[in-house]
C-alpha cells in the first residue's frame, strides 16, 4: 500500500493496479469488510478516469471521519481541516496507487496521518509547540465556538470537550487508537492503519479508557 | 474490588472495552460480566462512558463540516484543472526585453577595436620597432645599464 506520500508501506512488491474484477488473493487477516464495496469501487474507478463528481462523492462520504480523528490528534481544528484536504488531494492524484487491499477510508485516513505527523515534525523543529500546542495540549476550538449556529450545537461540541480532555491525558498511540475508534473505525481498520495487531489496538484502547475514566471521573 | 477470576475476567474486560464507544455488548459476554461483581461495575462504567462518547464528526457545528468538505473539493478542481497560462505574457516581455538589450550591444561587441579608432599611420609605418616591441619595452632598464657601463 502507498502511503500518499511515496514512501511504501510494508515489503516492496510488485505494483499491481487496483481492479475490482479481478479477485485478490485474501490472507487471514481480511475480512469481507476490508475489501472496497462494489459501489465504492465503481466511484473510485470513475475518479480514476478524472471523474472529480465521483471522487466528490467519496469526499462527502469520509470527510467528516478523517476530519474528526484528525482534531483529537492534530489538537487543533483548522491544521485537521489542512491536512484532510491535503490528504484527499493527495488520494486523488495518486487513485492509480490504490490496490484496494484495504479500505479507501483506511487508506486515505493513513495518507491523513502521515500529513499531521509530517505537520507536527516540522512545528517540533521550528519550535512552535511552546506556543501551547504540547503534547497534552487541548482542541483548539475557539473557531469552531463561532461557527456553532444554535445552542444544541455548542452543547455538543462542550460535552465533546469534556471528552477531549480526557483524551489529552493519553498517550500518543493512545490517542491516536481513542480518535479512530471513536470516529467509528472497525479494530482491523485500526490495526491495518498503524500497521499493529488487532491484540495490541484491543488492549492499548483497554489502557486509554481506564486513564480517560480515571481524568473524567 | 476483586475478580472472581482475575485472568478470565481481564480477557473479558479487554474484549469489553474493545467494543467502546458502542454500548451494545453481546449477550454471552454480559452473562459472564454479570457473574463478577467488579465486572459488573466494569459495564456499568463502560455504559457511562459510551453515553459520553461522541465522535467530532457529529460534534463538529454542520456549517464548518459543510465548508471543510466543500473547501476539497474547491481544491480538487483548482489544482487539477489545467491553470489558464498567466505567465506567457511575462516570458514573452522578457524575451523581447533580452532580444532588445541584445541588439543594442552587438555594435560594441562584434567590431573590432582597430576599426572603431584606427592606430595612427606613423605607427604602423614604423614596422621595425613593433618587431622589436620587447626591446623597447626594456629600453630604459637597457640604458640604466649602459649608464652604469660608462661609469
Known amino acids: 500500500m ?13 505494483r499491481v493496479l487496483y481492479n475490482p474484477r479481478v479477485t485478490q488473493p485474501s490472507g487471514p487477516a481480511e475480512r469481507p469488510s ?6 465504492e469501487s ?16 467519496l469526499v462527502d462520504r469520509h470527510h467528516a471521519a478523517v476530519m474528526g480523528f484528525l482534531m483529537t490528534v492534530g489538537r487543533d481544528a483548522d491544521l485537521a481541516e489542512d491536512c484532510a484536504q491535503e490528504a484527499f488531494l493527495k488520494a486523488f492524484r ?6 484496494g487491499r484495504s479500505s479507501f477510508r483506511t487508506w486515505v485516513s493513513r495518507i491523513a496521518l ?18 501551547g500546542q504540547g503534547e497534552d495540549a487541548e482542541v483548539d476550538v475557539e473557531s469552531l465556538r463561532t461557527d456553532a449556529g444554535s445552542s444544541d450545537e455548542l452543547a455538543a461540541l462542550e460535552r465533546r470537550m469534556e471528552l477531549e480532555r480526557a483524551l489529552a491525558g493519553l498517550g500518543r498511540r493512545e490517542r491516536e487508537i481513542a480518535a479512530l475508534r471513536l470516529e467509528g473505525y472497525a479494530l482491523h481498520e485500526i490495526a491495518e492503519l ?23 471521573s | 474490588m476483586n475478580h472472581a477470576a482475575p485472568e478470565r475476567c481481564r480477557t473479558d474486560l479487554v474484549e469489553l472495552w474493545a467494543l467502546w464507544p458502542r454500548t451494545e455488548i453481546p449477550s454471552a459476554l454480559a452473562a459472564r460480566l454479570d457473574a463478577c461483581p467488579a465486572c459488573r461495575e466494569e459495564k456499568a462504567a463502560f455504559a457511562a462512558l459510551g453515553a459520553r462518547s461522541r465522535p467530532w464528526s457529529e460534534a463538529l457545528p454542520a456549517r464548518r463540516r459543510r465548508r471543510a468538505a466543500e473547501a476539497v473539493k474547491r481544491a480538487l478542481t483548482a489544482r487539477t484543472a489545467p491553470r489558464p497560462a498567466v505567465w506567457a505574457p511575462a516570458v514573452a516581455f522578457a524575451a523581447a526585453l ?35 616591441l620587447d626591446l623597447l619595452q626594456n629600453w630604459d632598464q637597457a640604458r640604466a645599464l649602459a649608464g652604469e657601463g660608462a661609469q
Open chain 1, 2 to 14: 502507498d502511503a500518499g506520500d511515496g514512501r511504501k508501506v510494508g515489503r516492496r512488491r510488485k
Open chain 1, 94 to 99: 495518486s487513485l492509480n496507487s490504490f490496490e
Open chain 1, 194 to 216: 498503524l500497521g499493529i495487531s488487532e491484540g495490541t489496538v484491543k488492549s492499548t484502547l483497554f489502557d486509554a479508557t481506564r486513564k480517560m475514566r480515571e481524568r473524567l
Open chain 1, 114 to 131: 502521515n500529513e499531521v505527523r509530517g505537520r507536527w515534525r516540522w512545528n517540533k523543529v521550528r519550535g512552535l509547540l511552546s506556543l
Open chain 1, 34 to 39: 476490508d475489501k472496497v464495496e462494489p459501489e
Open chain 2, 98 to 132: 533580452l532580444v532588445a538589450l541584445w541588439s543594442y550591444r552587438v555594435p560594441d561587441v562584434t567590431v573590432a577595436p582597430w576599426r572603431a579608432a584606427p592606430p595612427p599611420r606613423e605607427l604602423l609605418e614604423r614596422r621595425d620597432l613593433l618587431e622589436h
Open chain 1, 42 to 57: 465503481a466511484l473510485i474507478e470513475r475518479a480514476r478516469g478524472g471523474d472529480r463528481d465521483a471522487f466528490g462523492v
